[in-house]
Structures are given as structure tokens and as C-alpha cells.
């Protein structure tokens, strides 16, 4: 009798603490999982598309997601530094691929690019993390550090702000075409790896993500600037008590981010072959949905968070809404990267490696 | 004073530095292609054109910086510290043009072309250099002493300039509204054939510093006198007023003509999801990115309620539509609200920015087309008629949009001053505490979205029947940045703001059509500066002012900083 009574008030209790929103968020959850669920498996039972095509979508979903993952870096240092977004972050990465742009013009007029791509290719980059860097840390010094202490929605406001001035000041600067970046003659076509067919662009764009990441994992891990930063991260006030000087560590955070950012914008132009003044800004939410996938403020997960956007935002067309019967699933391709982004930040707003940061950063 | 102008090395230092940085800044501006923009903009014909009024600002400016930051030293000194920094900036200018003639910088600089080069030149070619740099010490000197002079003085000068400033800016316009009897006379007495002459603007300065010295004299009797009335009389005066402004609205389009009543529609088109922004933003604290939605919403429930084209659901009248439309922007409001409740701050900008990017992308697809039309979107909207009166262009529509926002700020101001608009603020200030106290906070941000959604809903309704057709392109993310920053610039939380907020970003660069190409160039800049000079904005809330006056002066005080940086800390 007694322990039925505690049965049913636990139920009750159970049932009470499930709220109408709950429920809604449980829908909400089941309809997409369904969705996905039905959707792939119409698509595969179809077997409309042979196996290369899948391989050709992992490929290129992997080089866009490596992408991703630099530019997420940015917004996951700064974030977990200033509890900020970064939103001029994606602007940043626009700056970097357009000014290497005219760089890359200069050495394909000189005749230099396709005789030595390799040193084209270094110099390119160069100027693109040039230019990022001294854009961010000019975004830094005017529109993010006097505003430091201020409330919470200022400084996304002023970093809101920044993102369209930097945007409307390339489009003055620049113009408001698109430009053609020059093509390497030695990255067209395809290399055989391992018996597979892999677009030279593509290869070139992981193998240097990869490197870069790898860079940057050691100066974050192993240097000593590396470890002040994540002093920096963990507590704002004991780093400063520990003599750690947390203006300069912001500003090397900026930059180092920037910098990746900038690289990410030239292996960017180099798989879409063209820059324009707004191209930074979806490229700069999917970046920043990537870093919150993988868990915000954590460096291996903003790679790993890019590898999955880039892959799912490639293969999800075909392979979940071809299924459903959703006519040119391409154009919806960015629709599955936002419905990402709202999912990770109702469901797991810590990400995938985030639970050690959860409470206090989320 | 600052530490660094105590010494004389600091000294040039700081000039040199802000000579510099408003150097730099007038360079940017002429490669930006703003000066070269405005450079047929005559303010006073044939003396001053908009393009040399932005860049002798610089050197102005240079020299007001210096000017300030040297307070409490003798004037001359202030005075040639003014005009050198005013002739770094010349220096700086120049640079450009020299540099320019000799190298090709438009391979990479669109903009720095050779008319680009005459116009800093004074179109002299490098006979004009000097000239630039004399100009520019000139107003480095100027700007230098008007911290100087006593306000009696300066009030007036300011008011005068800022009048045949502002009337030469416009001075089509005006033309415009100046047609025929008496405003003919006034026009041939102020304008030539290129714009406003020398000794218009002169009578201008002459009217404008008068009216101003008058007001100074009599403001404060005249409000005494309006105080001391007895309240049947104060309320008979107030009764006027509101009288004149109805009166004036009424006539407005017909006298302002038809370009600006259609500017006006689009002010007040703004202002109506600027008061559904702001209550999402202002009230509540929720920040929305996606906020074009609700207003897309409206449009596109009124364009397939009532079109005569193929996508039509039903054929009905606007007037019924719009309660419909108002209400499913309502109920959009709240399912768009739902999943989000539990998310804060950054994330929620984020997030909201991800569902109106998802909508916009849906309504744009093939997928949706059968039903919503593409990128062709619905076409062929009638517009509405009362009682046989067709309100066919902006003249007309214009009282549609003035009695929808008058009625939406009533609805807006009620809101505020009810039980749950203290919900919603105390949602703002904190949303543990609010829950701790017993608010709902689930239903209160709810409301918040749905009316808020409520609100775009009526300016989507009346927008679908200004163009008479409903595109996707319209709804795109840009729209929610320019009500963020309308009501940003007018001040979060307050209702005038909003109306201030639209005029001003809204109105003015459609006034100045050459904006148009740098109009989020401005935006951007405005919501930088103002979050750090002005953060309450134009026309703030009392509650606003305080708070963000006093955070922002109390790191001041080094013990106060460590402390507020504990409290950031805490809400972190």
C-alpha cells in the first residue's frame, strides 16, 4: 500500500517535472531524428547514387569541414577567453581571402604562380594572415576592449557592428563583384589515394588544415604564451595575479585566431576559386556552429566539430532529404547547417567534448 | 588632463597622434568612395560641397580632440595645437594624392581613381596639395577654439550652421516642398539655380542662431507658464498640441510630396518592427537576429490571403487579412520562441539568427515552391479600399502606417507599464531572480516573442501592399540588422527612441540617395561608437541612462574595477 503510494508520487513527480516544453523539445527532437531516420534510409534502399558519388561528397564535406574548423578556432579561443562571439570573426576570415586575392593576381601577372606554386601558395598565405590578423586586432583594439566590463549585449552589439563595417568597408575598398582567383595549374584534377579519385584542391585543402591545426595545437599546448592563454581561459583574474599580462594574452588570442582564420580563407577561395565581400558571414555562423559542436573553448573539438558540419552539411542533401522527396535538396544545404546549429544550441549548447566546461562557460 | 600631455615630448605626441588617426580616417573615407560619392552633393552652391564638408570635418574634429584633451591649458596654445593636428591631417590627405599620382593603387583600390585625386586636390592637380593642407590647418584651428567659446556664443553659431547645413544637404527637398505662392518666394529667396546661394544660407544662419537665442531666453519662462496653468487649461493646451500634430500629419504628404511620404511610409514600416524589436530586445532582453521573420511572416500571409495571382489561398479583403496576419505572426512568434526558451545571452542571437536564415531559405527554395512561390514570390496584391477610398501609392498609405504605429506604440506603452512588461524587465535584469520571484518566465518570454512577432506581422501586412507584391530577397538578414540598430541608436526600452531610431537610419539614407552603397558602412560605425559613447542611445529610457552611465564611469575608480569585474564574473 505504502510503497505503491511512493510509486505513484514519484510518477507524479516525474510527470510533473516534465513541462510542456519538454514535451515540445522531445517532438521537436524525435521529428528530426525521424526525418533523418526516414530520409536515409529511402535514399539508401533507393541506392540511387553509386559509391563514388558518396566517396566525392566525404571528400569535399571533409575539406569544407576542415575549413570550418579553422575558422572555428578563432571563435573558440576568443570565446573561451572573453565569454564573447566574435561575430566580425567570419569578416575576418573574408579580409584575409580577399586581400590575398590581389597578391595571388600580382604573382599570376609576374608569371610566378603556376612556375612555383609552392612559394605562391606560401606567399598568398602570408598576406591573407597578414591582413586578418592586423584587421582583427584592429577590431579588437576599437570595438571589443574599451567595452571589456560593459553588460553583456554591448559588446555583441559593437562586434555586430564591426562585422558589417568590415563588410561594407571591403565592398568600398574592393569592390562589390565577385573576383576570380587564379587557379593552380598543378591542383587541377586528381590524385589516386589509395585507389581512390581525390579531387588535388581538395587533398591540398586537408593536408593543410591538418598541418596548420597541428601547428596550432603545439603553440597552444606546449609554449609558454600557449599555456599563459589557457591560464588566461580557465581564470581571467588568478592569470592576471599569476603575472600573466591578460591585455597582451587577448590580443595574442585575437591574433592567433585571426591567423587561422586568414589561412582558412585562402584554402576557402582556393576550392570555390572566387571571393566577394560578403562571403565571410555564412561561412562565419557555420564556423561558429562548429566550434559550439564540438564544445566551445576547446580547440580539439572545434576540429572535430568542422570535420562533422562540413561532412553532414555535404552528404545531408542526398542522403537525408533527397530521401524525403524534397525537390534540388542542394539549395537546402545551408538549412541543414542552421538547423544544426539551432539543434546543438537547444540540445547540447556544450558540444560534444564540452561537458568538462559545461557549467561554467555555457 | 592626460598624464601623457604633461610632459613636452606627450605633448606633440598627442597631437601627432590625433592628427594621424583623423588622417587616416579621411583617407579611408575617400578610398571608401564615400567622398568621391558625395561630391555632388552642393551644400552652398558653388562653395562647399558635401565631399569637402566630410573631409575638413576631419581636421575639425583633430583639432576639437586636441583642444579637449589640452583643457585647463592657455587658449593660444590650444588653438595652434588644433590647427597642427589639422595640417597632419592636410599632410595625411595629401600623401594619398601624391602617392596616388605616382602608383597605380587602383589595381587594388577601386576607388582611388584620378576624379578621386582632383577632388582632394581641389582640382588643381598638385597645385591644389597646399591648398588642401591650408584648409585643413584652418579647421584644425577652428575646431580647436569652439570648445573655447562660452555657450552663450557657441549655442547659437552651432544651431546656425547645423540649419543651412541641413537645408543645403536637402536642398532639393525643400525646393520640392517650396513650389508655389508664398513658398515660391521663399525658394527664389534662398536658392539658385545649383542649390542653396551664399546669402540663403547666410539668412539661414542669421534665422536659425536667432530662433536659437530666443529659445534660450524664453524657454524656461515659457514652461513655467505651462506649469502654472490650472489643469483644465494645461489639459485644454494639450489638447491643441495633439490637434496641431494631427493636423500636421494629415496635410504632410500632400505638402512633403510623394517621394517623401514614400519615406516616410518606409520610416514607419521600420518603426513598427523597430516597437516589436524593441520589446523582444529592449523589454525583455532577448536578443533577436531573426527577427525579419515575423515580419516576412506578415507579408507573405497577407500576399496569399488576398492576391489575385495563381498562388492565391483565398480572396479576401486586406482589412480581414491583416487581423489574421497579426495573429499568425503572433502564434509564429511563440513556436518560434519555444525551443529557444532555454537559451541566453550570445547563444540566443545565434540561434535566432540560425531560424530566420532557415526560414528565408525555406520560402526561397524549389521545395516550397508550389506554395509560396521562390524567388518569384506572390505577385499581384490589390490594395486595400475603405469606403471607396483606394489607398493606392505612399501619399495614401502613409496614414495607414501612422495610425498602425500610433496604435502599436499605444498597445506597446500599455504593455510596458502592465504586470508584464515588469516581468519582462525583470527577465531582462536577471532571469534567475525573476523565476526565484515567482514570475513565469516561460509565458513572459513567450509573450515577448509572440507580440513582438505580433507587431513585424502588421508592418509585413502593410509592406506586401506598399510594393503589391512579396519577394524572399526583401527578408533578408540585413533587415534584422537595421532594426537592431534603429532601436540601438534610439535607445533599448524606450518608445520615442524608436520613432528617433527609424528617422534617423531609416529616413536619412533614403533622403541621401548617394548613402545608399555605405549604408551598413554607417550602421556598423554607429553601433561601435554608440556602444561606447552612448550605449543608452538617442533618446534613452531614465532606467537606461542611469545604469549605463554609471557602469561605464565606475572603472574610473580602480577599486570599483576589480569589484565589477567579480560581478561579470558571476553572471558569466
Known amino acids: 500500500m505504502a510503497a505503491t503510494l511512493v510509486a505513484a508520487r514519484i510518477q507524479r513527480n516525474w510527470l510533473q517535472r516534465l513541462s510542456v516544453i519538454d514535451i515540445f523539445l522531445w517532438a521537436f527532437r524525435l521529428a528530426v531524428l525521424a526525418a533523418v531516420v526516414v530520409g536515409t534510409f529511402r535514399t539508401l534502399y533507393s541506392g540511387r547514387y553509386a559509391g563514388e558519388v558518396w566517396l566525392d561528397f566525404v571528400v569535399f564535406g571533409v575539406s569544407q569541414g576542415s575549413v570550418y574548423a579553422l575558422i572555428a578556432l578563432g571563435y573558440t579561443m576568443v570565446y573561451g577567453i572573453l565569454r564573447m562571439i566574435n561575430f566580425a570573426h567570419g569578416d575576418i576570415f573574408m579580409c584575409g581571402a580577399y586581400t590575398a586575392y590581389y597578391a595571388a593576381g600580382a604573382l599570376y601577372r609576374a608569371g610566378v604562380f603556376n612556375r612555383q606554386p609552392l612559394l605562391s601558395l606560401a606567399i598568398i598565405l602570408a598576406v591573407a594572415v597578414t591582413a586578418s590578423t592586423s584587421v582583427a586586432l584592429l577590431v579588437e583594439r576599437v570595438a571589443y576592449r574599451p567595452l571589456r566590463r560593459a553588460p553583456r549585449l554591448v559588446p555583441l552589439i559593437s562586434a555586430i557592428g564591426a562585422s558589417f563595417f568590415i563588410e561594407y568597408a571591403v565592398r568600398g575598398l574592393y569592390g562589390s563583384g565577385f573576383q576570380a582567383y587564379p587557379e593552380f595549374e598543378v591542383f587541377k584534377g586528381k590524385w589516386n589515394v589509395f585507389g581512390i579519385g581525390i579531387l588535388r584542391t581538395q587533398a591540398v585543402v586537408i593536408v593543410a588544415t591538418l598541418i596548420l591545426m597541428g601547428l596550432l595545437y603545439l603553440f597552444v599546448m606546449r609554449t609558454k604564451t600557449g599555456t599563459a592563454m589557457r591560464a588566461v581561459s580557465e581564470d581571467m583574474e588568478v592569470a592576471a595575479l599569476m603575472g600573466i599580462n591578460v591585455d597582451r594574452i587577448i590580443v595574442i588570442t585575437f591574433a592567433v585566431g585571426a591567423a587561422a582564420a586568414g589561412a582558412a580563407g585562402v584554402l576557402y577561395a582556393l576550392v570555390f576559386k572566387q571571393v566577394h565581400f560578403f562571403m565571410g558571414f555564412y561561412p562565419g555562423i557555420k564556423a561558429f556552429t562548429a566550434a559550439v559542436l564540438g564544445g566551445i573553448g576547446n580547440i580539439p573539438g572545434a576540429m572535430l566539430g568542422g570535420l562533422f558540419l562540413g561532412l553532414f552539411e555535404s552528404v545531408g542533401p542526398i542522403l537525408v532529404l533527397d530521401g524525403l522527396g524534397i525537390v534540388a535538396p542542394y539549395q537546402l544545404k545551408d538549412v541543414i547547417a542552421f538547423t544544426m546549429l539551432v539543434m546543438v544550441l537547444i540540445f547540447r549548447p556544450s558540444g560534444i567534448l564540452g561537458e568538462r566546461l559545461a557549467g561554467k562557460k555555457a | 588632463m592626460e598624464p601623457a600631455a604633461k610632459t613636452a615630448r606627450g605633448v606633440w605626441r598627442s597631437v601627432v597622434q590625433t592628427g594621424a588617426l583623423w588622417g587616416a580616417g579621411a583617407i579611408f573615407l575617400a578610398l571608401v568612395g564615400l567622398v568621391e560619392a558625395v561630391s555632388h552633393r552642393q551644400i552652398v552652391a558653388g562653395v562647399l560641397s558635401l565631399a569637402y564638408a566630410l573631409l575638413l570635418l576631419a581636421g575639425l574634429g583633430a583639432g576639437t580632440q586636441v583642444s579637449r584633451r589640452w583643457a585647463g591649458r592657455a587658449a593660444w596654445q590650444r588653438i595652434v595645437g588644433g590647427a597642427l593636428a589639422g595640417a597632419l591631417v592636410g599632410v595625411a590627405v595629401e600623401l594619398l594624392v601624391v602617392i596616388g599620382r605616382s602608383v597605380n593603387l587602383r589595381i587594388m583600390l577601386i576607388n582611388a581613381s584620378p576624379p578621386l585625386y582632383e577632388i582632394l586636390s581641389f582640382g588643381r592637380g598638385l597645385g591644389g596639395v597646399p591648398l588642401m593642407m591650408l584648409a585643413q590647418t584652418g579647421a584644425g584651428a577652428i575646431g580647436a577654439a569652439a570648445p573655447l567659446l562660452p555657450p552663450w556664443f557657441r549655442r547659437p553659431v552651432i544651431a546656425g550652421l547645423s540649419m543651412a547645413f541641413v537645408i543645403g544637404l536637402f536642398q532639393d527637398l525643400v525646393q520640392l516642398m517650396l513650389q508655389s505662392g508664398v513658398r515660391a518666394g521663399l525658394r527664389s529667396l534662398l536658392f539658385t539655380g545649383d542649390g542653396l546661394a551664399l546669402h540663403g544660407a547666410v539668412l539661414l544662419f542669421v534665422f536659425a542662431a536667432g530662433l536659437s537665442v530666443l529659445r534660450a531666453r524664453y524657454r524656461a519662462p515659457a514652461g513655467r507658464w505651462a506649469v502654472g496653468l490650472p489643469p483644465q487649461r494645461r489639459r485644454v493646451l494639450r489638447w491643441i498640441t495633439m490637434g496641431a500634430v494631427v493636423a500636421a500629419i494629415l496635410i504632410l504628404p500632400w505638402v512633403a510630396g510623394l517621394f517623401i511620404s514614400q519615406v516616410l511610409v518606409l520610416v514607419g514600416l521600420y518603426t513598427l518592427m523597430g516597437l516589436g524589436l524593441n520589446l523582444e530586445v529592449g523589454f525583455a532582453g532577448l536578443l533577436d537576429l531573426g527577427f525579419v521573420a515575423f515580419f516576412a511572416i506578415g507579408a507573405y500571409t497577407v500576399g496569399l490571403l488576398t492576391t489575385t495571382g495563381p498562388l492565391a489561398v483565398a480572396h479576401l479583403a486586406w482589412w480581414t487579412v491583416v487581423p489574421i496576419a497579426t495573429v499568425v505572426s503572433l502564434i509564429a512568434g511563440v513556436f518560434f520562441g519555444l525551443p529557444i ?84 524587465m525583470a527577465v531582462r535584469e536577471d532571469e534567475d531572480v525573476a523565476e526565484a520571484l515567482g514570475i513565469n518566465t516561460v509565458n513572459v518570454k513567450l509573450l515577448a516573442y509572440g507580440i513582438g512577432g505580433a507587431f513585424a506581422g502588421v508592418s509585413g501586412a502593410i509592406f506586401a501592399v506598399m510594393l503589391g507584391s512579396v519577394f524572399p530577397h526583401s527578408f533578408n538578414v540585413l533587415i534584422s540588422i537595421n532594426v537592431l540598430a534603429l532601436i540601438i541608436v534610439g535607445g533599448m526600452g524606450s518608445l520615442p527612441g524608436v520613432m528617433v531610431g527609424s528617422l534617423a537610419l531609416v529616413g536619412l539614407p533614403e533622403l541621401l540617395r548617394e548613402f545608399s552603397d555605405f549604408r551598413f558602412l554607417v550602421y556598423g560605425a554607429v553601433l561601435i561608437v554608440m556602444m561606447q559613447l552612448r550605449p543608452e542611445g538617442l533618446w534613452p529610457t531614465a532606467v537606461a541612462r542611469r545604469e549605463l552611465h554609471d557602469g561605464a564611469q565606475a572603472p574610473a575608480v580602480p577599486g570599483h574595477a576589480v569589484e565589477l569585474a567579480g560581478a561579470k564574473e558571476g553572471d558569466g
Do not use: K, N
Open chain 2, 341 to 424: 526558451l532555454r537559451i541566453r545571452g550570445d547563444y540566443l542571437a545565434i540561434a535566432t539568427l540560425g531560424f530566420g536564415e532557415i526560414i528565408r531559405l525555406l520560402v526561397l527554395s524549389d521545395f516550397l515552391r508550389p506554395w509560396l512561390g521562390g524567388s518569384q514570390g506572390v505577385l499581384g496584391i490589390p490594395r486595400p479600399v475603405l469606403v471607396g477610398l483606394e489607398f493606392r501609392g505612399p501619399q495614401q498609405l502613409i496614414y495607414l502606417t501612422v495610425v498602425a504605429s500610433a496604435l502599436v506604440a499605444f498597445v506597446a506603452a500599455r504593455l510596458r507599464d502592465s504586470r508584464l512588461g515588469r516581468a519582462w
